[in-house]
């Protein structure tokens, strides 16, 4: 992890995506990279990255999101400046891009410019999430979402979650659908994300990178 | 029971809604419920069902005439602005006692206002968003395993009435998720639909669904149907959730979302000293009034916690009857009622 200059999440809808691409922008601006994330998520409109921009801001870094996010406004746009990140080579740039084919037809835009970039795109994976639950709907959703970005995913990210109701059983569950997925489009796993207590508590795959995470975005109900 | 998945409000309702032997859908996107038809247009297909982007609200409500007529279980879906647009085809739905789902994801307005979560079509739901007098059942779910159930009973009640359905929820409700565990298999009420309209085959009269009633006191006649029908209805499906009402010190009314917030509030009271009760409508019309009565004593005052400028707190005081003081709080534009201001609230009303 945190070694290639652009970083690209994609996934389907919910696969939680956001969580992760804000979790892995924060570590790596603790590693003492200078970073930027960019929201590219022009499909969902409420709980995304520009919900924790103060967050992310306070870690140093730098954060680039749709012109309508948060905002009252249906028709987003995406900022110029976001150019401005693959001419500047001194930052380390994460996209964060939105759910399935849809959504990732935001990042096709630059894809020559990410192509000619040390760059890499993991492809976020929650099993249960519906639509990503069997290996063959995760292939058919990878064929998908590659189709609309224009760029092959490179690894997988298990991502398996029911957010308060999370396991590390789940993570289990996940890697064994995960392991056909990656042997029928040999696609590896990139590393396992989870929140702390959970992922903590996985004893398997021990030779796979992990992404421990914290909450960051949090429900009305939850807030004072 | 199933097992459990992670699961968008949005999504759950096309789920519910395919569950409950949808296989119709009509709609035309809007934020923050697009969700809904999205799910739709990938899973229908597999259904062997109908789903139909139509060229505007209008002629997605009308082609649930058309489907509903029929007799076949059908959905269209919106927010606010969309769901106003739909006024004229859903009070001639309700004429001509068509038995159909919708579904209002609530945005902020009024017009076009903005795309986050707001409770304020209270009225335009439960008081007749159309012309005349008609009533719809209105279900406002809380949580988005409860949206699940209430959408697969909306069609239930909507064929047993042959009436027209309502689901409500803000904006945050659709998009939020939640876990959800679906039930291996629907209760699904088989309904006598030989109204329908579905060929002769040359062996019977023709049957006739409209909404246009000429002669004023065959129309009357209608509207006193309608009316004896409404009452049923008051009658069998009024659904309330009742929660730490016995003395109390303040009530709270709050449905949807905003309860959920209240539950937490409850608990954060109590280590003040304060007891503080919730009555949830569960469905909005046919509003629960009998509870409201019931507990019209027990505490000091009312208080009515909404997304909106205040819609709810009206029935609550026409229930309430006088017998206590009602009071409002609430927040508009997508704005979301925070524990501590309404915490604030409480301890002055109770000052």
């Known amino acids: ?224 | 029971m199933g097992e459990k998945i992670l699961m968008k409000g949005n999504e759950v309702i096309a789920e519910a809604a395919l569950r409950a032997g949808c296989r119709h859908y009509f709609g035309y996107p809007i934020t923050p419920q697009t969700e809904i038809a999205h799910y739709f247009a990938k899973k229908m297909p597999q259904y062997g069902g109908t789903f139909i982007q139509a060229e505007s609200e209008v002629a997605a409500m009308n082609m649930v005439y058309g489907a509903a007529s029929a007799g076949a279980r059908v959905m269209t879906s919106s927010s606010s602005p969309g769901i106003s647009l739909k006024q004229e085809a859903i009070s001639y739905a309700a004429c001509a006692e068509l038995p159909a789902v919708i579904v209002n994801i609530m945005r902020a307005g009024p017009g076009l206002g903005g795309i986050l979560a707001a409770q304020s079509d209270y009225f335009q739901a439960t008081k007749g968003g159309g012309h005349g007098d008609y009533r719809m059942v209105v279900l406002a779910p809380s949580s988005v395993q409860e949206l699940y159930e209430l959408v697969v009973d909306a069609f239930n009640i909507a064929d047993k009435y042959r009436t027209l359905c309502m689901i409500v929820g803000d904006g945050m409700l659709g998009q939020m998720m939640e876990a959800v565990e679906f039930r291996d298999k629907e209760d699904i009420y088989q309904a006598d639909k030989s109204w329908a309209v579905t060929g002769t085959g040359m062996e019977r009269d023709h049957n006739i669904i409209t909404s246009i009633y000429i002669d004023p006191e065959v129309l009357e006649k209608h509207n006193l149907k309608l009316q004896e029908k409404y009452r049923k209805i008051a009658e069998n499906e009024t659904r309330v959730e009742v929660f730490n009402c016995e003395g109390a010190d303040i009530i709270v009314a709050a449905y949807g979302t905003v309860a959920r917030i209240i539950k937490n509030v409850i608990k954060t009271a109590e280590k003040e000293g304060i007891k503080v009760g919730l009555i949830r409508p569960i469905t909005l019309w046919p509003f629960p009034t009998a509870e409201f009565e019931k507990y019209a004593d027990v505490p000091q005052a009312f208080l009515s916690v909404e997304m909106s400028a205040g819609q709810m707190v009206e029935d609550v005081r026409l229930a309430v009857n006088g017998k206590r003081p009602v009071y409002f709080h609430g927040r508009m534009g997508g704005m979301i009622p925070t524990q501590k201001e309404i915490l604030e609230k409480i301890r002055e009303i109770l000052k």
């Open chain 1, 1 to 224: 992890m945190f070694n290639k200059r652009i970083t690209i999440f994609t996934g389907h809808f919910g696969s939680g995506k956001t969580e992760v691409a804000v979790n892995y922008a924060l570590q790596a601006a603790e590693t003492g990279k200078k970073t930027a994330i960019v929201d590219l998520d022009i499909v969902n409109p409420f709980f995304r990255t520009a919900d924790v921009r103060n967050r992310l801001e306070a870690g140093g870094i730098k954060v680039i999101t749709p012109v309508y996010a948060n905002t009252n406004v249906d028709v987003p746009s995406l900022p110029a400046e976001i150019n401005s990140l693959f001419e500047d080579k001194s930052y380390s740039v994460i996209l964060d891009v939105g759910g399935d084919d849809l959504g990732a037809r935001a990042v096709s835009r630059y894809r020559d410019q990410i192509a000619c970039d040390d760059y890499i795109h993991y492809f976020v994976v929650n099993t249960r999430r519906p639509m990503t639950r069997t290996p063959d709907e995760i292939i058919r959703m990878i064929l998908e979402i590659q189709d609309g970005a224009g760029l092959k995913v490179d690894m997988l990210v298990n991502n398996a979650n029911m957010l308060g109701e999370s396991t590390p059983e789940l993570l289990a569950e996940a890697s064994e659908i995960l392991a056909v997925v990656s042997s029928r489009l040999s696609i590896p796993v990139g590393f396992i994300s989870g929140m702390e207590e959970v992922l903590s508590a996985y004893e398997g795959d021990r030779g796979i990178e992990r992404l421990y995470m914290k909450k960051n975005i949090t429900l009305p109900w939850e807030q004072m």
